[in-house]
């Protein structure tokens, strides 16, 4: 929605700076917020977050939309409730209209309203409600997180507001403390917009933290207790971190935050934030699924622009396992299976040739088009580098492209373009640099990296890979709940299944398309009796590149492996 207009008034009462304030011009007018977590049972998985505002002179229409909340996310049985929403302003009690527009909560003015607004409610959070993404507000042991969006019912004015939060953590256990993207405990935001609470992440309770003590930017943060050893993850993404801060030039390390919970409807889902992700966990969560995820995400905070899937998630992939491999943190051959997988996708794929506009209108209703994206965007990082590292007799690499990219944004303040991009490339190689970008926007030319476009450890060879095939269904690779027209010969028939049965997935079809040897498993409900079967959804093999080490490199020196690396 658009909020409406309120007009802070010109000249406004100087209130008494808190701790931690901004030097900005007195006449910035401030909104205040107290949060005070109470009623958190992490038996029932539910908590409250009592909430009171003052925002300094305030005039608005009746009518005027003063504040909006988010109620619902992805799969979420019911709403997060928002009860005894009270506003006043300098007279008195204002009342409100409450209506859902355009899947927002939003609460009109019922009055004219002016001078100080203060306004107070209730948060319910309860976990029952489910919703896939993990920046949903949740109760996790002793503590609760989420989005601000979901958090908050926030005021709805123009122009720019100072922030304070201050918190009240009297009803939490001993030794609760709190945390947002921007600070832990109290803290007062510079002058800006107040949209800036959408997407701030909240957590408080009794919290847990890798690394412990100061870290550069970094700092991960839960309530919960994970089953497994989150610390050292943790740890491994905070050094990882620190590697790609250099890695992309930073001239000082900038803040990032990673706020864990469990997440029993979606394990693994992140959501990325400004200078920050929420992350669940589950069951099967491994210190190993963190690695690999984090490895890729933070590839974002640096790279992400607005040129498209093939640009933000392809340069992602490409560097999600050979930074930390530069970093030390992973050993050479985790790095070649990470370039392997990601090419049997690439190379098995039956849309392989499809230009990159069928990407977006297909990437939530045929998987084959959304891994594409990135499948193919990094084997065209891969191919640009092996080119970039041959013409320039090893001076340069893809890596300089990308720095370049990236201080387009930092240093100029602008959002990089693909213009910017083609003039990189033809800089760096002439027609041939934009001759390979237009072949893989226009899906004409297969990305076929030089033998050694991943190092001179590497070396490419020509191997058998089975194509992704479930077996039944059509060519979509959707989730089907019913199975339908199986084939007759596929390993989903010689598993037993038959038309008609119908499926509850145990694993994602995601991770079964990218791993050629993984097996899905599946809950089958057929005549009222339910039963597990699992089965390796590949069809016909087909002849595929691979890279394979080239003898002897395993044991080398690492940095005699990375060709264009300047640390
Ligand atoms: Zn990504």
């Known amino acids: 929605m658009k909020p409406l207009t309120l007009i802070p008034a010109a000249f406004v009462a100087i209130l008494s700076p808190a701790p931690g304030i901004s030097a900005d011009a007195p006449s910035t007018p401030l909104l205040t917020i107290a949060l005070k977590p109470t009623q958190v049972d992490p038996v029932n998985g539910t908590g409250d977050v009592n909430v009171g505002m003052t925002i300094s002179n305030v005039s608005a229409g009746k009518g005027a939309a003063l504040l909006a909340h988010q109620p619902g996310g992805p799969r979420m049985t019911r709403p997060i409730g928002i009860d005894d929403l009270h506003l006043s302003d300098g007279t008195g009690l204002v009342p409100l209209d409450r209506a859902i527009e355009d899947g ?89 917009p107040i949209a800036r609470l ?108 607005e040129l498209g899937k093939w640009y933000t998630e392809g340069d992602a992939v490409y560097y999600q396992a050979r930074l930390p491999w530069q970093a030390g943190l992973i050993p050479i051959e985790e790095y070649l299976t990470d370039i392997n997988l990601t090419a049997a996708r690439y190379y098995t794929s039956e849309v392989i040739d499809a230009p990159d506009k069928d990407v977006v209108p297909n990437f939530w209703t045929d998987l084959r088009y959304n891994v594409l994206s990135y499948d193919r965007g990094a084997m065209y990082f891969a191919m640009l580098n092996g080119e970039i590292v041959h013409e320039s007799g090893g001076a340069r690499s893809i890596d300089d492209l990308v720095r370049a990219m990236v201080a387009i944004k930092r240093d100029e303040g602008n959002e990089p373009t693909e213009q910017d991009w083609i003039a990189l490339l033809r800089n ?78 145990a694993d994602s079809t995601e991770g079964t398309m990218r791993h050629p040897d993984l097996k899905l498993t599946v809950r089958v409900t057929r005549e009222g009796r339910t039963f597990e079967t699992s089965f390796l959804p590949r069809g016909a093999p087909m002849r595929i590149y691979q890279w394979e080490l080239v003898p002897g490199s395993a044991t080398r020196k690492g940095n005699r492996c990375r060709v264009g690396e300047q640390h």
Request: charged letters at 25%; glycine letters at 12%; aromatic letters at 10%.
């Open 428 to 505: 760096e190689l002439g027609d041939k640099g934009v001759r390979i970008h237009e072949g893989m926007i226009s899906g004409a030319m297969r990305m076929v990296p030089r033998s050694d476009a991943f190092g001179p450890c590497f070396h490419r060879v020509e191997a058998s890979v089975r194509r992704y095939d479930l077996g039944f269904g059509g060519p979509q690779l959707k989730r089907l709940k019913v199975v339908e027209n199986l084939r007759p010969g596929s390993e989903a028939a010689k598993a037993g299944l038959r038309n008609g049965d119908r499926l509850d997935y």
């Open 104 to 192: 927002m909560e939003v609460w009109r003015a019922g009055r004219d309203i002016s001078g100080e607004v203060r306004l107070s409610y209730r948060t319910r959070i309860d976990n029952s409600a489910g919703g896939i993404l993990s920046s949903i507000p949740y109760v996790d042991g002793p503590g609760i997180s989420g989005i601000g969006s979901m958090l908050l019912a926030i005021p709805q004015l123009d122009g720019d507001y100072r922030i304070a939060v201050r918190w009240d953590l009297s009803d939490l256990p001993a030794g609760a403390r709190a945390a947002t993207t921007y600070a832990d405990g109290d803290f007062t935001l510079p002058a800006g």
């Open 198 to 305: 959408d997407r701030t992440l909240f957590m408080a309770g009794v919290i847990d933290e890798a690394p412990r003590g100061q870290s550069g930017g970094f700092k991960a943060l839960w309530t919960g207790s994970p089953q497994f050893d989150l610390r050292a993850a943790m740890d491994w993404s905070a050094k990882a971190y620190h590697f790609y801060s250099r890695f992309f030039a930073d001239p000082a390390e900038p803040r990032y935050r990673i706020f864990l919970r469990e997440n029993p409807y979606n394990p693994g889902n992140g959501t990325a934030t400004i200078h920050a992700f929420a992350m669940g966990l589950g069951k099967a969560t491994t210190a190993k699924k963190m690695e690999t995820i984090l490895g890729h995400e933070m590839t974002h905070t640096w790279t992400a622009n």
